[in-house]
């Protein structure tokens, strides 16, 4: 769910600086005025069969028409694809790509084995010194330098929508959404709280983290919902058109951190409010985030509103507030699970009783700790999207190869892929695609893995992912089928923008 | 040539009369849920099986069962409902909806019960259960072997009781159930520094003293509800829960075993020593203890008897004697043969030790012993134990040096349905596990592995 981010206009003069040279930028390149009509092409919508030979129409950005029988507007600038296949671009739910710090942990190769032999009597290195303190307030485009090549390589290997994840167990933060070309924080961060990232591990520590933050957040659900007198949320009001004035993207690390922890779980009663967590409730008009008003603080002084401490209602920690909007449906959840062992331990440690929107999530098939193959039922029973990487599996200590991927699929369960960090493995993402067609799995489910699951995952189905009317104009032009062995990704379009392709062969 | 031997071994089996476990078979006739026969245990069953009905019922027809007891009852039918056994015995009524398990021609026996292990799923200290891996493939291996619970991380020696060592079971791909208990088992020295020696007997009388009070506190609390429980003396938790029986001290005896860098052995073939001062502790605690690894037990295994303890040994671990005095030094196969004469309960275990051994898997021979626990078990019939007892060591024994044998080791009414189906003896090296249950839950069958289902035979 993106929302239009309030505090966007902090530095008006700036932005406006900004715009001016924007436009002047767009002046000289001079065609993007005009519509752009791609014509002579194969047209994987994604959302319907796909269109044998049709145009497809792009104005300011934004898809307009597709069709076998559209016909190009007068005074658009004709492309002509001469047969190829038009795709809508790549979605990427899940990457830390460009994210440096701290370093990733995960890697598909070197999966942490837990629970694998170590030797007689010695323990497997603790994974809990890592921190789990609830930071699900702070944002990982905070944490973001903006000006990498790794965005770029992303985009010409066919990312047109890239998602960042925060780096972590347990409450790590908000994921962002990127648009990929920019090379300011502004152009680049879409949005930057697109979806609360939530990292499991088995380990105690993170499932104590895990249970703790979600009994109080279904507190703090319990304790909205419950009448309140009437100047406190006048109050609230108050403080959240605060951020609408001027704000700024809070560099402040973690708002979180000088806050004491949750609560203790206290016997609380037995959550009355479990069965329908999703239902906002539509008594008193919710002062849009109380939390994210705390962790956005008015840019000229974070210090001296700190000084000021806390008002009453700042009392709340931002984190935990966080967890109840998302109990409360108002956000989006990724949830990591790395493999069949983490993901019964997510139920084991409360997962069960989450019914939030979600969306799960894991870098790669781990044989020691189960593939998701072995907990399907668990799956289906989640009533989840999954997303996992591209990639067949064994047996563990066999060579027989497994397709966990059109298991899952088998099994009823949507199933979208992890394209992974690198620009090196994104651009022979469609290999793996092929190997996964050969080995079962439907054509058009393949497709819709890389575009319309992710981007539903993400909230943004009604932007991009499929080639329709009214989303943005983010295509691939391959000289032929995609999952064609000899096709090449011609060009990139990231919303009506041509982005030259670095994969074809010159 | 080893072929006289074990038949002769089958057959002594064979012609042993089993008198008792068929009395038990009768009686447990139609007695679902009852609990007919209660386990040899001490402790009651656990109750989960008596207070309503289960669910769904498993039923292993047809099989030789062998009890873990020392028993044995041909063609008996083993009813499991849920996670539990209901009844072990002959003409055992099925309730409706049963699914039999048909093991006509094989061999049913209890889950065998490693008093050391490492890996095959299990977490990374206390909660154990958090850090579990139910999806280890290690699991599939262990219930190969027919290991269906081990102690993982086993406690070493100290000043004072200590540990967090955890029962866990091969429950694979269920978290509930890996972990069947943390804190059974403590471990501590048994030669201890005089001061400390001092300390511990302090806190013995200090711990027995509270219990007293707290026996004083109930009987008074019935009278005056105002009556304030005494307060446990600082240090003497662990202590506590020894004299309770909630867990085993197992005493570490150190010296004279085998040190690969020491030269062979260190310490003069003879542990007689420690072992004297591990039954002193145990007559101050008034409980039994678990010598780990005695050498010298087969010298004083009465005493040891006397004292309610019991022994863990690996048979093969053999130290030569003393050339000074032959006849007092060292030990051989027959050390586990003499200590189960005396009436000791015993566990087998692999060597354990500088290069681990408590393992499974398929990467080479070092560590992986318990790939084979068996052939330990085997060790000990080679030194004169009778082969029922031979199953004991791995089974019921071993669950009570664990200290849940009233949950496992044996296949009595109430106990957790811990089972496997073997194609043969279970003492024999070229049985295979057909198929392995875990509370209940069929977790491994032969045929569906990728590994032993291709040895073909």
Known sequence: MLRTNPRRNRCFALRAAVLALGLCAAGLRAQDVRPIAFTNARILTISGAPIERGTLVVRNGKIVAVGADVAAPAGARIVDCEGGTLMPGLVSAHSRA????????????????????????????????????????????????????????????????????????????????????????????VDDDAFVFLGMQRDARVKKALKDGFEAANKAVAARKAPKEAPKPEAKAADGSKPGGEAKPAEAPKPSDPQPPPEPPKPEPPKPDQPKPEQPKPEQPKPQEPPKADDKKPEGAPTADKAQGPKPEDKKDPNIEVLADLIEGKHKAIVQLNSAADLLHWLHAGGKDLTFSRTICTESFDTQAGAFDLVIDELKAMKAAVLVPPDLSVRPRSRYVVNPVRSLHDAGIEVGFVLGDSPARVRTLFFR?????????????????????????????????????????????????????????????????????????? | MRLPILASLVALLLLSPDLTAQRRGRFNRGGQGEGGGSPAAEQPAAP??????????????????????????????????????????????????????????????????????????????????????????????????????????????????????????????????????EGTVLGMNAQLPAGEREKFRDLVKQAKEHRRAQEDFLAKKSEDPTAKPPKAPAGTEKILDILSGKSKLWLQLGGGGFNPFGGGRTGAGSDLDAIRSAMQIAAELGTGVVLVKPLSAWLCADEIAATDSMVILSPRDRVPADPADPDRTGSNLASAALCNQAGIPLAVTCPVGMFGGAGVGTNGLLGMDLNTP??????????????????????????????????????????????????????????????????????????????????HR
């Not at chain 2, 039923?59 to 009890?67: E, R």
């Open chain 1, 433 to 506: 695609l092929m190997e996964q067609v050969r080995a079962g799995l439907p054509r058009d489910v393949a497709l819709r893995g890389v575009t319309l699951v992710p981007s539903k995952a993400l909230g943004l189905e009604s932007q991009c992912g499929t080639l329709e009317a009214g989303k943005k104009a983010n295509l691939l032009l391959f000289s032929s089928d995609p999952l064609d062995p000899t096709s090449e990704l011609r060009s990139v379009w990231l919303e009506g923008r041509k982005i030259e392709s670095d994969t074809q062969a010159r």
């Open chain 1, 98 to 189: 460009g994210l440096v710090s701290p370093p990733p942990t995960f890697s598909v190769e070197a999966g942490p084995r837990r629970g694998g032999r170590r030797g007689q009597g010695t323990p497997p290195p603790d994974s809990g010194a890592r921190g789990v303190q609830n930071s699900a307030a702070t944002k990982v485009a905070e944490r973001l330098d903006p000006k990498q090549e790794v965005f770029g390589e992303l985009l010409r290997a066919g990312i047109t929508t890239l998602a960042l994840t925060p780096p972590g167990d347990g409450f790590p933060g908000f994921g962002a959404v990127l648009k990929p070309d920019g090379t300011t924080l502004e152009a680049l961060v």
């Open chain 2, 48 to 181: 989960q099986a008596t207070d309503g009905k289960p669910k769904k019922h498993t039923a292993i027809t047809g099989g030789d069962v062998y009890l873990g007891t020392g028993q044995r009852i041909t063609g008996a039918t083993v009813l499991i409902g849920d996670d539990k056994i209901l009844a072990v015995g002959h003409k055992i009524e099925l309730p409706e909806g049963t699914t039999v398990i048909d093991a006509k021609g094989k061999t049913v026996c209890p889950g065998f019960v490693c008093v050391y292990g490492a890996g095959m799923g299990q977490g990374r200290g206390t909660p154990w259960i958090d850090s579990c891996n139910p999806f280890d493939p290690e699991i599939k291996q262990g219930l190969a072997a027919g290991v269906t619970s081990f102690l993982a991380g086993a406690p070493r020696g100290g000043n004072s009781p200590a540990g967090d060592a955890a029962v866990v079971k091969l429950a694979w791909g269920k978290v509930e159930d890996m972990v069947l208990q």
């Open chain 2, 374 to 455: 068996t052939v330990d078990a085997a060790f000990a019939v080679r030194g004169g134990m009778t082969s029922s007892q031979a199953l004991r060591t791995l089974t019921l024994d071993a669950a009570k040096i664990l200290g849940v044998d009233h949950r496992i080791g044996s296949l009595e009414a109430g106990k957790d349905a811990d089972i496997l189906i073997l194609d043969g003896d279970p003492m024999h090296y070229r049985t295979f596990v057909e198929v392995a249950i875990v509370n209940g839950r069929v977790v491994y069958e032969l045929a569906n592995e990728p590994l032993y289902s291709r040895i």
